[in-house]
């Protein structure tokens, strides 16, 4: 029996890749993503021309990928430790902070700053705000930016910063689904665990006010007692199926990252979307995005398809960017820095 391969082209369309440049003549991806990531190593420094140029690297990818469907361009911009726009902006506070100091009205004050910068740099979708819940774990690569360790609280100040966020037509993103607080490993090192199913459910309530089927949600390269030898990003039960009835356009945290990276790189794509995943994140190196293009590529029609209409319907949604202008840019920097003095 000959199984029908999905066209690598559609396969492709999966996949939200990082990639080495800072220039769009610069960047070399061996396929046709459906999105892409922004990191630190993508951005000129120079506060002048800086943003200006990263505009213009954006513009140029739409230009190469874009041109059917508008890329879905992302970046983690969190605030705080998690901030890509750092240079630019300087140190900006947390979550955790912002809760704490300014309750749900700063919360939202800054994530609707956060999109109106990001609109006008090209971004339409920010990997934004975290609902861990708050354990004082600083080994486990959350810390401040939970806002909190009661889950009702957690809710509140993420729901207000998504608020502002996405009020400017920015999207933004729940993570680490189903919830990272009590852990005591960076999942980008390796693959942290839950014994306790009263903590995996405690850590969970924080999301499920929030979610919807539109929603996206990044799931954690996690260990629980329901995903059993696997991550609960790789596991159905943990994902499409969870046990909250939580709905989202769920992706998987980078899939290069050490929770996930016993699994080969056919197994890690082929169970990503056997969960529920309607996205594939590779974020860090060539050989990772290469190695993950290429085992969608192998998948069967009948995994993909689903997801295929899900991204194209969900990229036909995203917001316009205006055009890039210098003086609105400058302003909101003097609003921003304002902000950051009184918080």
């Not at 860090?284 to 290429?294: D, L, V, Y």
Request: aromatic share 8%; proline share 8%; with cysteine.
């Amino acid at each position: 029996m000959i199984r029908s391969l999905i066209p690598q082209a559609t396969a492709h369309q999966l996949i939200w890749t990082g990639f080495r440049g800072l220039d769009s003549a610069e960047v070399d991806l061996p396929f046709r993503p459906g999105g892409i990531i922004l990191f630190a190593r993508n951005f000129d420094p120079d506060p002048e021309g800086g943003p200006a140029r990263c505009r213009a690297l954006i513009d140029g990818l739409q230009v190469r990928f874009g041109t059917e469907l508008p890329l879905a361009v992302a970046l983690d911009q969190e605030g705080g430790p998690v901030s890509r726009l750092r240079p630019w902006t300087g140190p900006t506070p947390p979550l955790r902070h912002l809760w704490t100091q300014g309750g749900a009205r700063a919360c939202s004050a800054w994530g609707g700053l956060w999109g109106e910068g990001l609109r006008m740099l090209g971004f339409n979708v920010d990997f934004a705000p975290v609902l861990d819940l708050w354990d004082g774990n600083l080994g486990a690569g959350i810390g401040d930016r939970a806002a909190s360790e009661v889950p009702f609280e957690a809710t509140t100040a993420a729901g207000a910063f998504l608020h502002g966020l996405e009020s400017t037509g920015v999207r933004g993103c729940l993570k680490h689904f189903p919830g990272l607080g009590g852990t005591t490993l960076d999942s980008h090192k390796g693959l942290p665990a839950l014994q306790d199913t009263g903590q995996v459910d405690r850590n969970a309530r924080a999301f499920i006010p929030l979610a919807h089927p539109d929603r996206l949600v990044m799931v954690a390269h996690l260990r629980t007692p329901a995903s059993g030898s696997v991550p609960a990003s790789l596991h159905r039960g943990s994902v499409q199926d969870n046990p909250w009835g939580i709905q989202g356009r769920f992706l998987p945290d980078d899939l290069e990252m050490g929770g996930c990276a016993d699994w080969s790189w056919d197994d890690r794509v082929r169970l990503s979307l056997e969960a529920g995943h309607q996205w594939l994140l590779v974020c860090q190196t060539p050989a990772g995005w290469t190695a993950c293009a290429e085992a969608a590529g192998r998948l069967p029609a009948s995994l993909c398809a689903w997801a295929s209409e899900s991204t194209q319907s969900m990229r036909r949604h995203l917001h316009p960017v205006p055009p890039f202008d210098p003086l609105a840019w400058k302003g909101w920097l003097t609003r921003l820095h304002g902000a950051a003095e009184e918080n």
